[in-house]
């Protein structure tokens, strides 16, 4: 019985975060399908509905719902090519950004600034094992990104209506890991390093919709991460199951030509949106309660920054949350797994200028997700 119970099936579902968990991060990487016994196919998808409310420190007056609800949807397969060889195929949206500021720029401190992003990776990955309890894995990411960022409002002083286009563009990173497992008790530990995905994207940069610079080209680089997955039995029918995930935030620069120039004449790199590096860990149990279906809790937390101060285009400092989910088994190798998950955001003081002044409060907010996976193994 342990051996059916496995986290990357009952938790699947759960993995979408909140709006603006971890900077942009939205699932989280995860590659648990690789480890699914036989061949095996699936599809996810998730809605989450943020709460992103808050108080303009300049006017006073309230900021409703900074945070757009999105969809995030996946899919993957997984063939076993030979006894010990298996090649694995991930879709997903890693990252996004949906926030909108309301009010009018010339009487609010952020008004109309806004911030959409979005990314498709198509991840490639193939594992060898070397016997029962060790293996490797290894493989290519395309990753596709795109974003629209506009900076609006009285806390932007003469950069008030500044607008970037960022085009799409596809490049490619990698993704190289290594696991232990004892199947008698249902025991994993895996280990993944996802590399950064350097992209270079058609810019053009306007003022209240003129254009202020000759199109050009910004050069980011998507952050790099480290997952450390785990999972054990503890008991006949019960496992215990969680997840460490470091992302390295930091090094996520957007620098367009004009924007850069604007903010330090003298110096270059000037960067749009400064994200803190983010660890965030996931602890959960899950139970066979009858022959066919299970059931899982889990718990979640993501680090604060340095302080108080953050982005407006990401309003939250850290995260808690808790999630329960649950799966089916259908019968004929089909098993329907979904859950909800709720997540408090951590209070946060948007801030712009040099030296940093906040210009917005944010405290009490949260983001509900909910989200279903259809497996087939065949």
Not at 36 to 53: I, M, V
Request: glycine residues 12%; proline residues 4%; aromatic residues 8%.
């Amino acid at each position: 019985m342990l051996r059916k119970l496995s986290a990357c099936s009952l938790t699947g579902a759960l993995m979408a975060s909140s709006a603006v968990a971890g900077g942009l991060d939205r699932t989280g990487q995860p590659i648990g399908v690789i480890f699914q016994d036989g061949n095996y196919l699936e599809f996810s998808a998730s809605r989450t509905a943020p709460d992103l409310t808050g108080t303009d420190l300049i006017t006073s007056a309230d900021i409703d719902n900074a945070g757009n609800g999105f969809n995030s949807v996946g899919g993957a397969i997984k063939y076993d090519l030979a006894p010990n060889f298996s090649l694995s195929v991930i879709a997903e949206e890693p990252f996004g950004s949906d926030i909108e500021y309301n009010g009018s720029p010339f009487t609010s401190a952020l008004g109309g600034t806004s911030a959409f992003a979005d990314t498709f990776s198509l991840t490639a990955i193939g594992r060898y094992k070397f016997n029962d309890n060790f293996s490797v894995h290894a493989g290519l990411r395309q990753q596709t990104i795109e974003g629209n960022i506009t900076l609006s409002g009285l806390a932007y002083g003469g950069l008030s209506g500044y607008n970037v286009d960022l085009g799409a563009d596809s490049a490619f990173g990698y993704v190289i890991g290594a696991a232990y497992e004892m199947p008698e008790i249902a025991l994993r530990v895996a280990v993944t390093y996802n590399s950064a995905v350097d992209h270079e994207l058609q810019t053009a940069e306007t003022v209240f919709g003129t254009p202020v610079a000759p199109t050009s080209v910004t050069e980011i680089s998507s952050p790099e991460s480290i997952n450390v997955d785990f999972q054990t039995g503890i008991a006949e029918g019960t496992l215990l199951f969680g997840n460490v995930r470091y992302v390295k935030w930091s090094d996520l620069i957007i620098s367009p030509a004009f924007f850069d120039g604007a903010v330090d004449p003298g110096e270059s790199g000037s960067s749009i949106s400064q994200l803190d590096d983010s660890t965030g860990v996931t602890l959960g149990i899950a139970r066979q309660l009858t022959q066919n279906f299970s059931g899982s809790v889990a718990l979640g937390w993501e680090s604060e920054g340095a302080d108080s101060l953050v982005s407006p285009l990401s309003p939250v400092n850290g995260q808690t949350s808790i999630a329960l989910g649950g799966r089916y088994d259908v019968g004929n190798g089909v098993n329907i797994s979904g859950g909800v998950r709720y997540t408090m955001l951590g209070d946060a003081l948007p801030e712009t200028g040099t030296p940093d002044t906040a210009r917005a409060d944010f405290s009490d907010n949260d983001a509900v997700t909910v989200g279903f996976r259809v497996g087939v193994s065949f």
